[in-house]
C-alpha cells in the first residue's frame, strides 16, 4: 500500500518563529494538497498544487503561508511567523491519475 | 459559498444496532466523501461518491449520495466497537479543488 510520510511529527514553536512541515509523497503522484485540523474541530482545505504551481488556496492560507517542492521530491508547508492560532494538525494529502487520496499521518504543531 | 453540516455531532449506539449519519450541503458539488478518523491520527478514505443515486459499501457501512437533496447518509449496520471513530463528510466546491469538510460525528459504540 502506498503510503505519505510527513515530518516532523510534533513541533513546538516560539509565537513568531518560521516552521517547515514536510510531506514525502508517493512516487508518481503529482497532486498535493495541504489540510489543518484544530483541535477537535473539523478539518480546513488550505492550499492544492500541481506542477510546480498553486492551482488554489483557501482563505486561511495569507501571505504567512507558502508551499514549494524544493528538490522536485519533498512538498513543504512553511509557515513565517507563526502565530497562537496556528496551533493545530497539519495534515498533507497526496494523488495520482485518478479519485484515490493518500493522506500523510500528520504534523501536530504547538505554538507557545 | 458551499457549507455542508452533519448530524448527529455525537453519536452513542449500542452493538449491533442500526443508524445513520446524515451530511448536507448548500451547493452543486461534483463530489461526496466520507472518512474515518481515530483520535490522534490522520483520515481514512471510506468512500467517493460521483453521481445522484451512488451507493457504495464496505462492510458494515454504507454511503449513498441524493444530489437533488444535496444529502449523503452513511448507514451503519449492525454496529460493532471497532466502528467507534469520529466520522467525515466533505464536499468538492463546484469548479474548485477546495474540499469542505463537515464537522464531523464522533460515533461510540458501547458493548
Known amino acids: 500500500e502506498p503510503e505519505v510520510t510527513q515530518t516532523p511529527s510534533h513541533q513546538v514553536t516560539q509565537m513568531g518563529q518560521e516552521v517547515i512541515l514536510r510531506c514525502v509523497p508517493i512516487s508518481n503522484h503529482l497532486y498535493f494538497y495541504w489540510y489543518r485540523q484544530i483541535l477537535g474541530q473539523k478539518v480546513e482545505f488550505l492550499v492544492s498544487f500541481y506542477n510546480n504551481e498553486i492551482s488554489e488556496k483557501s482563505e486561511i492560507f495569507d501571505d504567512q503561508f507558502s508551499v514549494e517542492r524544493p528538490d522536485g521530491s519533498n512538498f513543504t508547508l512553511k509557515i513565517r511567523s507563526t502565530k497562537l492560532e496556528d496551533s493545530a494538525m497539519y495534515f498533507c494529502e497526496n494523488r495520482g491519475i485518478g479519485e484515490t487520496q493518500y493522506f500523510g499521518p500528520g504534523t501536530r504543531l504547538l505554538v507557545l | 459559498e458551499l457549507k455542508v453540516e452533519q448530524n448527529p455531532l455525537f453519536l452513542s449506539m449500542q452493538e449491533g444496532k442500526n443508524y445513520t449519519i446524515y451530511c448536507n450541503y448548500s451547493?452543486?458539488?461534483?463530489?461526496l466523501y466520507w472518512y474515518r478518523q481515530d483520535p490522534g491520527k490522520s483520515l481514512e478514505s471510506l468512500f467517493v461518491l460521483l453521481s445522484n443515486g451512488a451507493v457504495k459499501q464496505e462492510g458494515r457501512l454504507m454511503a449513498s449520495l441524493d444530489t437533488k437533496a444535496r444529502l449523503s447518509t452513511l448507514h451503519i449496520t449492525a454496529a460493532v466497537h471497532d466502528l467507534s471513530a469520529t466520522y467525515f463528510c466533505?464536499?468538492?466546491?463546484?469548479?474548485?479543488?477546495?474540499?469542505?469538510f463537515g464537522k464531523g460525528t464522533k460515533l461510540t459504540v458501547n458493548p
Open positions: 466533505a464536499a468538492l466546491q463546484g469548479g474548485s479543488e477546495k474540499l469542505v
Open positions: 451547493t452543486t458539488s461534483d463530489r
